[in-house]
């Protein structure tokens, strides 16, 4: 275990190993750089990480600082690979890692039990390659999580967890509602149960995103999630991923709704062109926010604005065009 000693400010909220190895994770360059500060580097805990390969890094460059004469030629005979020396640079750059390798990473890095479970589904949540897959790997990495609750929150995680969470949010700044669940439940489209909207009534009043007014009503607070960078990437897939399932789902539907707007277009463009399109993208939905911010009507309904341009064709480097 290390420690580290005349801390800078934003080392010192951090207490413990998970802390020290986290701060770690998110401030590389201040340990390596910047001031003088007198430290004994602690080797990454895996439960502040949320990708395999950013974890393997890390730990690599933390045991080559505490032991020089550590390198990866040491980490390839410990993986039972002595002759090779591509190894770990090619799983870093995506190369997929067996379930017979996974658990000889374990070893190889000394991880303890806990750690080595974690570090396995972590593995597998980086590998998923369906929605499905990957929901559920996501699932095990917060029940098996040891971080502190200021790195991961499972409260935050169980709210972008269901879409419907926000949704009751907004819902609860159109209508004036109690705890009237089964309501609630109903005005939802898709419809959530009455159990669904109780529990998402008790997590927003937990995280301080809804209060009662003087009259009773369930209102939206200005009150906003912090969540740690390294879990808030993977946290908003996941709602992202659940709210492109409603999409489709309004997609399907033989009659949509009057303010239902789903359009899909097929385009090939160039580099150039692809990167106007990015632009034009992030000015409409900052033409959205302006208008929703200047309405100067009673909002009425809450709606879901989706916009994705994602590549149906693989890049071909130039030596395979020719």
């Known amino acids: 275990m290390g420690m580290v000693l005349n801390l800078p400010e934003w080392v010192r909220e951090f207490q413990g190993r ?3 190895s986290t701060a770690y994770a998110h401030n590389r360059e201040n340990f390596r750089s910047g001031p003088p500060y007198y430290w004994i580097m602690t080797l990454p805990v ?8 950013v974890f393997l890094s890390d730990w690599m460059e933390a045991r080559q600082i505490e032991d020089k004469r550590f390198n990866r030629s040491e980490l390839h005979r410990r993986l039972g690979l002595p002759n090779t020396r591509s190894y770990l640079s090619d799983v870093l750059t995506g190369k997929e890692v067996s ?25 597998r949540y980086n590998q998923a390659t369906s929605p499905e897959e990957k929901e559920l790997a996501f699932d095990q990495l917060v029940a098996l999580n ?3 609750r200021t790195i991961l929150d499972p409260r935050h995680y169980e709210y972008y967890r ?8 907004a819902l609860l700044s159109l209508h004036d509602l109690k705890d009237e669940h089964r309501r609630i439940g109903s005005l939802l ?11 998402a009534l ?9 209060a009662k007014n003087d009259k009773g009503f369930w209102k939206p607070t200005d009150h906003t999630l912090s969540t740690g960078e390294a879990a808030k990437g993977d946290l908003v897939r996941q709602l992202q991923s659940q709210q492109l399932k409603l999409v489709r789902e309004a997609a399907l539907q033989p009659s949509g709704d009057k303010g239902q707007v789903v359009a899909t277009n097929t385009i090939t463009v160039s580099e150039e062109g692809l990167d106007l399109i990015r632009k034009r993208v992030e000015k409409f939905r900052s033409e959205i926010r302006s208008i ?7 909002a009425t309904r809450a709606h879901l604005v989706s916009i994705a341009v994602v590549p149906l064709t693989r890049q071909v480097a130039k030596k395979e065009k020719s």
Not at 202 to 210: N, T
């Open 18 to 20: 998970e802390f020290c």
């Open 46 to 53: 895996v439960y502040a990480y949320t990708d395999f390969r």
């Open 99 to 123: 379930t017979t390798f996974v658990d000889r990473f374990a070893v190889a890095l000394e991880l303890a039990s806990e750690e080595a479970r974690f570090f396995r589904v972590l593995v």
């Open 146 to 148: 040891r971080t502190p």
């Open 162 to 169: 269901h879409w419907w969470n926000g949704a009751v949010r």
């Open 189 to 199: 489209t898709p419809a959530i149960t009455e159990g669904q909207a109780k529990s």
């Open 202 to 210: 008790e997590l927003l009043l937990e995280l301080g995103l809804i």
């Open 292 to 298: 929703v911010h200047k309405d100067a009507n009673a």
